[in-house]
């Protein structure tokens, strides 16, 4: 069976960080760490994949920076250096193990051989449009 990650390609090692929440904005509403990345402006699994990278204390001091600057949830003003190290628990461990080192990959773009497969299906798509267009211009008889 094909790979089993195509319709969602994201590596599941980092819902338990992504999904977690940061606290409540304003209104109530609870606000994930995926919205916090994506809020200011990150790709939220390539962001997970560098902070895994940097280890426990490296993504503690990243994360903590990152939730400094996010202002629409305002417990984080007095408190993002606790709630990121209570986040950076959630991160995966163990960069060396394959599958974490396959989610990175997946990421950040590494699969092999994927755009060279998805322009050679536009290739042949494109031929055979030109090969229906030519057949069946001509014969007008």
């Known amino acids: ?3 089993s990650n195509v319709l969602n390609p994201h590596p599941p090692e980092f819902d338990r960080f992504l999904y ?5 904005d304003r209104n109530g509403y609870a606000v994930a760490v995926l919205s916090t990345l994506a809020r200011l402006g990150l790709d939220p699994w390539k962001e997970t ?3 895994v990278t940097l280890g426990r204390d490296g993504a503690r001091a990243r994360l903590a920076a990152l939730l400094a600057q996010f202002r629409d949830v305002p417990a984080l003003a007095s408190n993002h250096g606790r709630i990121a190290r209570d986040l950076s628990q959630l991160l995966p461990e163990g960069l060396a193990s394959g599958s974490l080192k396959r989610a990175a ?5 590494d ?3 994927t755009s060279k497969a998805i322009w050679a299906v536009l290739a042949i798509i494109f031929l055979l449009l030109q090969m229906f267009m030519v057949g069946g211009s001509g014969s007008g008889e």
């Open 1 to 3: 069976m094909g790979d």
């Open 20 to 24: 977690a929440s940061v606290g409540e």
């Open 49 to 51: 994949a560098d902070l």
């Open 105 to 109: 990959s997946t990421v950040t773009g």
């Open 111 to 113: 699969r092999p051989g």
